[in-house]
T-cell receptor, first 115, second 115 residues
Framework: KAGVTQTPRYLIKTRGQQVTLSCSPISGHRSVSWYQQTPGQGLQFLFEYFSETQRNKGNFPGRFSGRQFSNSRSEMNVSTLELGDSALYLC??????????????FGQGTRLTVV | AQTVTQSQPEMSVQEAETVTLSCTYDTSESDYYLFWYKQPPSRQMILVIRQEAYKQQNATENRFSVNFQKAAKSFSLKISDSQLGDAAMYFCAYPGGGSNYKLTFGKGTLLTVNP
């Protein structure tokens, strides 16, 4: 069974540009959540999508957005990139929507560098 | 707001020895789960062990066990017979409560295993 696949693995963008990251969940999983990992702030929750609907959102500016398609694949978009957006972006999938006992399966992340 | 604190940024252990990683958390919920995740250099987060707050028995998964002290809101991870492959970042995580679940992570502990 294939795991969570994130593409691309590495990305370098210029300040002011926009970027789209992709996440394909484990087959059969309908929930996809996104996390930003930086040395200073650690791991922070961005948002969760379930059945094409955003279920929950973290404390990030509106420049961070996402969507989920009917096949459960999800994309995350960051517009008007800032240097501080440089981070590892992790995607996690689960069968059902996140609950208190949900095991989330993570991908290997996309390393975004903004120059 | 829920918080998760890992007070040990780095720990080291000799191969075959035992090491304990600390975690404290804050929540007003009474029924919840707690997780320990491992992030090796490959960057993929892997669930190591989970504990349900209502279960008095500490969870155990092979060489990994927890010491869960609900009243003290403490959730430490013990790794017995440490192996070189245990070297990684370890994150304590709390999925939250209410109607909006999301994983809140500690800042992590970098574990080095010395041969």
């Amino acid at each position: 069974k294939a795991g969570v696949t994130q593409t691309p693995r590495y990305l370098i963008k210029t300040r002011g540009q926009q970027v789209t990251l992709s996440c394909s969940p484990i087959s059969g999983h309908r929930s996809v959540s996104w996390y930003q990992q930086t040395p200073g702030q650690g791991l922070q929750f961005l948002f969760e999508y379930f059945s094409e609907t955003q279920r929950n959102k973290g404390n990030f500016p509106g420049r961070f957005s996402g969507r989920q398609f009917s096949n459960s694949r999800s994309e995350m978009n960051v517009s008007t990139l800032e240097l501080g957006d440089s981070a590892l972006y992790l995607c996690a999938s689960s069968y059902g929507t996140l609950k208190r006992n949900t095991e989330a399966f993570f991908g290997q992340g996309t390393r975004l560098t903004v120059v | 707001a829920q918080t998760v604190t890992q007070s040990q940024p780095e720990m080291s252990v000799q191969e075959a020895e035992t090491v304990t990683l600390s975690c404290t958390y804050d929540t007003s919920e009474s029924d919840y789960y707690l997780f320990w995740y491992k992030q090796p250099p490959s960057r993929q987060m892997i669930l190591v062990i989970r504990q349900e707050a209502y279960k008095q028995q500490n969870a155990t998964e092979n060489r990994f066990s927890v010491n869960f002290q609900k009243a003290a809101k403490s959730f430490s991870l013990k790794i017995s017979d440490s192996q070189l492959g245990d070297a990684a970042m370890y994150f304590c995580a709390y999925p939250g409560g209410g109607s909006n679940y999301k994983l809140t992570f500690g800042k992590g502990t970098l574990l080095t295993v010395n041969p």
